[in-house]
């Protein structure tokens, strides 16, 4: 149930003429070589008929897709369960279209039983098709959008400082703005503290350890401890690499891709909402 309600902040297709044709293609596809659902009795002309039922399908997508999209603007966040949604109920329509279709094809009385019988074969396959065209764009998008669904805090963390303490005798604490920190990693007995200044990117040394850069931090929920080594800024993603193994993190213009242990994964996706 949490999948259902994390964000799918990928925008609509604006190639939803392209992929109208590819559903199209596709239910032709399947009539015409599959013959499910008794169509390989039917005597007629087979092919004539596929190509029908996918320019039923075709229209229906077309139309579909202009009436919801206004729903895109209106509803935000948009979550997994609003488009699974919008995917199954555009399957159903779909049906609908089509057991008309079929009724004045094949010439079988319009009854409800008839009616309900076929939107169920349809609520069958339409389950199948929203798991598989909803989760895999999902998944594939987090592969590299991981950024896109993280919510991040930068604007109310404008103007907030913090200090990191150096642990030498004369060591100098570093005081910088939490939105410009970028990671920190373990070193033997130092850390090295990665961070924006400006358009530059700059590393500072200190004699302390991470789990006592973590207490100071404690404070801060964007803070993640990502690997046994590292500490993150979530809000400063800027891109990701990876699967549920294990990410690769690129924050700000810092070129070091910093890693996401596969222990730490499964709490990272918890900022996920």
Same mark, same amino acid.
């Given at each position: 149930?949490?999948?259902?309600? +994390?964000?799918?902040?990928?925008?609509?297709? !604006?190639h =939803?003429?392209?992929?109208?044709t590819?559903?199209?293609? /596709?239910?032709?596809m399947?009539?015409?070589?599959?013959?499910?659902?008794g169509?390989?009795?039917?005597?007629?002309?087979?092919?004539l008929?596929?190509l029908?039922?996918?320019?039923?399908?075709?229209?229906?997508?077309?139309?579909?897709?202009?009436?919801?999209?206004?729903?895109?603007?209106?509803v935000?966040?948009?979550?997994? =369960? %609003? #488009?699974?949604?919008?995917?199954?109920?555009m399957?159903?329509?779909?049906?609908?279209?089509?057991?008309?279709?079929?009724?004045? *094809?094949?010439?079988?009385?319009?009854t409800?039983?008839?009616?309900?019988?076929?939107?169920?074969?349809?609520? /069958?396959i339409g389950? /199948?098709?929203?798991?598989?065209?909803?989760? *895999? &764009?999902? %998944?594939?998008?987090?592969?590299?959008?991981?950024?896109?669904?993280?919510?991040? $805090?930068?604007?109310q963390?404008?103007?907030? &400082?913090? &200090?990191?303490?150096?642990n030498?005798?004369?060591?100098?604490?570093?005081?910088?703005?939490?939105?410009d920190l970028?990671?920190? #990693?373990?070193?033997?007995?130092?850390?090295?503290?990665?961070?924006?200044?400006?358009?530059d990117?700059?590393k500072? #040394?200190?004699? $302390?350890t991470?789990?006592?850069?973590?207490d #100071?931090?404690?404070?801060y929920?964007?803070?993640?401890?990502? %690997?046994?080594s590292?500490?993150?800024?979530?809000?400063? *993603? &800027?891109?990701?690499? @990876?699967? !549920?193994?294990?990410?690769?993190?690129?924050? @700000?213009?810092?070129?070091t891709?910093?890693?996401? !242990?596969?222990?730490?994964?499964?709490?990272? +996706?918890?900022? *996920?909402?």
């Open positions: 149930m949490s999948f259902l309600t +994390r964000k799918y902040p990928f925008p609509q297709s !604006s =939803w003429l392209r992929d109208c590819i559903f199209c293609g /596709i239910v032709f399947i009539l015409f070589f599959l013959q499910p659902f169509f390989n009795y039917y005597q007629g002309n087979k092919f008929v596929s029908i039922f996918g320019a039923i399908a075709f229209c229906c997508c077309y139309v579909y897709g202009k009436a919801i999209k206004p729903l895109h603007r209106i935000s966040p948009w979550r997994v =369960w %609003h #488009e699974s949604l919008v995917v199954l109920v399957v159903l329509f779909v049906g609908i279209c089509n057991f008309f279709a079929s009724s004045f *094809i094949f010439y079988y009385p319009i409800l039983g008839n009616c309900l019988l076929f939107l169920y074969q349809t609520m /069958i389950v /199948i098709i929203t798991i598989f065209s909803v989760g *895999i &764009t999902y %998944h594939k998008h987090l592969r590299s959008q991981l950024e896109a669904l993280i919510d991040k $805090t930068t604007d963390q404008t103007g907030v &400082t913090i &200090t990191l303490h150096d030498k005798v004369r060591g100098n604490d570093l005081l910088i703005p939490i939105n970028l990671y920190v #990693e373990a070193q033997k007995n130092n850390v090295v503290v990665c961070f924006a200044k400006g358009e990117v700059q500072t #040394e200190l004699h $302390t991470l789990s006592a850069v973590l #100071e931090l404690n404070d929920g964007n803070i993640f401890r990502c %690997h046994r590292f500490v993150v800024n979530l809000n400063n *993603i &800027t891109s990701a690499q @990876g699967n !549920s193994n294990g990410y690769r993190l690129l924050l @700000g213009k810092c070129p891709l910093v890693p996401v !242990s596969r222990t730490y994964v499964p709490k990272l +996706r918890s900022f *996920i909402s």
